[in-house]
Nanobody, 121 residues
Framework: QVQLVESGGGLVQAGGSLRLSCAAS????????MGWFRQLPGKEREFVGD??????YYSDSVKGRFTISTDNAKNTVYLQMNSLKPEDTAVYYC????????????????WGQGTQVTVSS
């Protein structure tokens, strides 16, 4: 069992930055892929980016603006969000899985509760 807790969300003006953290506890593994997802108001959950064995992959909508990194010693994954836009407003979720289909939510077994990010214009 793995528990994931997101933090770092909040209100930011367009063009600003936020760094989200996802702290993992329980039976974590270095072999887990970690993903970030978001759910925009009234929309389905969508893929943001993932990281597996140090390799990252991002959706086109955030590529060049968002960066995923991990601190394995702290069992923490980060989502650095720069140049934020109002359309980035969403609840952001982190997830973990041993074997996932990258770029999708397939294979993610553990999910955090989400953290709200609101970008004002």
């Amino acid at each position: 069992q793995v528990q994931l807790v997101e933090s770092g969300g909040g209100l930011v003006q367009a063009g600003g930055s936020l760094r989200l953290s996802c702290a993992a506890s329980g039976r974590t593994s270095i072999n887990y892929a970690m993903g970030w997802f978001r759910q925009l108001p009234g929309k389905e959950r969508e893929f943001v980016g993932d990281i597996w064995s140090g390799d990252t992959y991002y959706s086109d909508s955030v590529k060049g603006r968002f960066t995923i990194s991990t601190d394995n010693a702290k069992n923490t994954v980060y989502l650095q969000m720069n140049s934020l836009k109002p359309e980035d407003t969403a609840v952001y979720y982190c997830a973990a899985g041993i074997f996932v289909r990258r770029g999708t939510s397939t294979g993610y077994n553990y999910w955090g509760q989400g953290t709200q990010v609101t970008v004002s214009s």
